[in-house]
């Protein structure tokens, strides 16, 4: 009961210093996430991140952060893991549709067991790997938080990335080394740097395009 307290008032601080409005109904979701998170972690080691205490700061505050930058309203969250950015993400932006895809069997079936529990009906879950993944929507942003290098982003979405889709990289510190090997024909068109409550560390959002498709970004 006193984790569940905590994390009721680390969220309503977190989200106000962000500016970020949820609903009570979104608020319950999130918490019951967490609650979800908590308990596979300790069978199924989802997350490094092993203090539940940290969870509402390091997991789902991070994500949100993104939020006041996506535009659009198909999304796809790729290596999701957990389902971090993309369950947090889902819940705050109930209008839009999120595809999250894993490789990884255990991690899928949490994020199943999330979208069933939390009746996440914009949530769709894939389980295989992004080179193998033949959808049929399009996507407007392809986000993810923890997918390798930039260049191995691209590399991986390459066949996805259509010239108005914006690939949205959560990252720690500025990646200037990144930013560099990226391939020729993509380009940095906004950088954001985020703060994130409770985090310590830098944490950075960049969106990406391809070259010479910055209109609307």
Known sequence: MALILNQTEQLASGLKAMGVSLTEAQRTKILRYLELLHKWNKAYNLTAVRDPALH???????????LPYLKGAQFLDVGAGAGLPGIPLSIAQPDSHWTLLDSNGKKTRFMDQCRMDMGLTN???????????????????????????????????????????????????????????????????????????????????????????????
């Open 56 to 66: 509402v700061s390091r997991h789902i505050l991070d994500s949100l952060a993104a």
């Open 123 to 217: 949530l769709q879950i894939e389980h295989t790997r992004i080179e193998a993944f033949m959808p049929e929507a399009r996507f407007d942003g392809i986000i993810s938080r923890a997918f390798a290098t930039i260049g191995d982003m691209i590399a991986g979405c390459r066949d996805l990335i259509l010239p108005e889709t914006r690939i949205y990289a959560l990252k720690g510190l500025y990646p200037h080394d990144e930013i560099e090997a990226m391939p020729a024909d993509f380009e940095v068109v906004e950088w954001h740097k985020l703060e994130v409550p409770g985090c310590d560390g830098e944490r950075h959002l960049l969106i990406i395009a391809r070259s010479g498709n910055t209109g609307g970004s």
